[in-house]
């Protein structure tokens, strides 16, 4: 992950802590960081004032609103020598970076197949996931699966096939329950959970499968102020 040197950047909370799980069979690195910015509270109404949540992601099953570059330039300042060292991450690898503000609010009965269950965001295992959370515990963290029948936790190019296949033979697209994945089921066991607390920031290869905790009661409020605000950012990488 290229480091910014010039660009001013947010302070870090003053009880910045951090510690990294190693996940399941397969022993991925969870980065696990509380209390990461100072003044997190001021991104709430950034996104608040703001106001423009688009639907720019056919996978997400929300609306999101582009983070502001400062929030980038923080990112990296601040956790570049961390995320290189938890995931061997080199600077030659990086091809980009983006961040969005991200709210859940597609209702249950709208969701596609697909959307149902833990998903893999790229097959490149060297490309990072971040969720930020501007949220309490009510709103729901993440969790990452293992697939039952593959025993596969995560998914790279040579496994994609099987287990598309797999899936498929399992659970054919009309017989997907229409709702959110929480907890494990007979496809899926659910092998680490990570609660939703304010101002936290978890971060994991892009290739795990993963999940946002969506309770059955989850309301689904759109206001950034009182609903599942996270920023999301994803690390790009050379496969």
Not at 84 to 95: A, H, K, L, N, P
Request: with cysteine.
């Amino acid at each position: 992950m290229q480091q910014q040197s010039s660009p001013p950047s947010v302070p870090l909370h003053s009880d910045f802590k951090y510690r990294v799980d190693y996940v399941g069979l397969e022993r991925q690195p969870v980065l696990v960081i509380d209390n990461f910015l100072v003044h997190a509270e001021t991104l709430v109404e950034f996104a608040q004032q703001q106001g423009q949540f688009n639907n720019v992601d056919a996978h997400y099953p929300g609306v999101r609103l582009p983070a502001p570059e400062l929030y980038l330039y923080s990112f990296q300042r601040h956790l570049h020598r961390l995320v290189s060292d938890t995931f061997g991450m080199r600077d030659e690898w990086v091809t980009g970076v983006k961040a969005d503000f991200s709210m859940v609010v597609t209702p249950p009965a709208e969701l596609r197949p697909a959307q149902c269950l833990p998903h893999f965001d790229s097959t490149n295992g060297r490309e990072l996931a971040a969720v930020h959370y501007l949220c309490d515990s009510k709103q729901g963290g993440t969790s990452l699966y293992r697939h039952r029948s593959t025993n596969y936790e995560t998914i790279d190019a040579e496994r994609k096939p099987i287990y598309r296949r797999s899936l498929q033979q399992e659970l054919p697209d009309h017989l997907v329950p229409r709702r959110y994945m929480n907890g494990s089921d007979n496809f899926f066991e659910q092998i680490a959970s990570y609660e939703a607390r304010f101002n936290r920031l978890i971060i994991y290869r892009c290739n795990n499968l993963h999940s946002g905790n969506i309770a059955p009661d989850f309301t689904f409020d759109p206001s950034p102020r009182t609903g599942r605000l996270t920023l999301n950012t994803f690390i790009y990488a050379r496969a």
